[in-house]
């Protein structure tokens, strides 16, 4: 009777099974199977392998917004300013190019190296200043990022005069919002590289150790000799400059530099993480998963565009599917605390 009863509670279970799954990777395997299914029985296009690339190539954005969002999580933060240096930096990198054009009309490419460089070095002081404040002065990140969007909305809007920034360099555009490598868009090329450079650092390095350990006990991490306002800063920093990589390849996808661009960035790219599984508390969170979570979300929103869903309700849908994974991101969380 003892090894019956014994081999019975050890027999395999699908409630154990999806037990497993969701306290390991998180809500989005449910979430994604059920997008599926729905948008594939309300729109026979959905699944055309056209459709799919097309995906794939508009997702790359989201993608490298949200791997640079999961760093701020992970640490213990969010970054609500990441739209706000999308907008910042194309806007900079624009007038930059514009400005230099007339002067090196035979030196396009270095045209735009020192473009792109002044949207890069833009960016990285946007995310300086939120590392101070969140590491040194100890400001909330809500009230900090949340501060330094709205005053760098207004930069962005002051330097255009909400004019877009037009006549960039053609070769820009052709490299890098349209070109091919291998029949394969730039851009994606260029976001599957910093997302395999992205899992070294977080999973192979010790600064991406530091940063899981800030984010799981910022007291133990002090304690452990782990330089934890360093840490903070470099954090930002790193999320601000994949928003500035962002900013600069849209600019070369619509080939002007606009002050309203990636207005919609920073909810979509927490909601990429959370649905990825990465945890609000800090401390948990997967690159890999972090990419299929970017990717989801223009599936959903792919979805709802081919099943004819208004742009309105769209906004609603995706406030929902936000709550939704933030009260899982909670159960989940309690499920993870009670094994331990």
Do not use: H
């Not at 490419?109 to 101070?132: D, H, K, T």
């Not at 007291?219 to 934890?228: E, Y």
């Not at 599917?321 to 009260?327: E, G, K």
């Amino acid at each position: 009777m003892e090894t019956s009863s014994t081999s019975s509670g050890s027999a395999f279970s699908p409630l154990k099974l999806l037990r497993a799954v969701f306290i390991r990777v998180g809500v989005l395997p449910f979430f994604l199977a059920t997008a599926l299914v729905i948008f594939s029985l309300m729109s026979q296009a959905f699944l055309t392998t056209n459709n799919l690339i097309n995906v794939g190539r508009q997702s790359v954005y989201l993608v490298l917004v949200s791997m640079g969002q999961m760093l701020v999580l992970i640490s213990g933060g969010f970054d609500l300013s990441v739209g706000m240096v999308i907008a910042l930096s194309s806007v900079v990198t624009a007038m930059t190019m514009v400005a230099l054009m007339p002067m090196f009309p035979e030196a396009v490419w270095m045209v735009i190296l020192i473009g792109a460089l002044a949207g890069f070095l833009v960016a990285a002081m946007v995310g300086a200043l939120n590392g101070i404040g969140v590491a040194i002065f100890g400001v909330s990140p809500f009230i900090m990022t949340l501060g330094v969007a709205s005053a760098g909305a207004g930069l962005a809007l002051f330097l255009t005069g909400g004019v877009p920034v037009s006549n960039l360099p053609t070769v820009f555009g052709d490299t890098f919002g349209f070109g091919r490598i291998l029949n394969t868009p730039v851009p994606v090329i260029i976001a599957a590289i910093v997302a395999v450079l992205m899992w070294v650092y977080m999973s192979r390095m010790r600064p991406g150790a530091q940063i899981y350990a800030v984010g799981g006990n910022l007291k133990a991490a002090n304690l452990s000799g782990i330089d934890t306002r360093r840490t903070l800063i470099r954090v930002y920093v790193m999320c601000a400059l994949m928003a500035g990589l962002t900013g600069i390849l849209l600019t070369a996808r619509v080939e002007t530099g606009d002050a309203n661009m990636g207005s919609s960035m920073a909810l979509e790219s927490i909601a990429a993480c959370v649905i990825a599984g990465v945890s609000l508390r800090g401390g948990i969170g997967r690159v890999e998963n972090v990419v299929l979570g970017g990717i989801f979300i223009i599936l959903v929103q792919n979805g709802m565009n081919l099943a004819q869903i208004s742009s309105y309700m769209q906004m609603v849908l995706l406030g929902l599917l936000l709550i939704l994974a933030v009260i899982f991101d909670q159960i989940r969380y309690r499920m993870i605390m009670g094994q331990r």
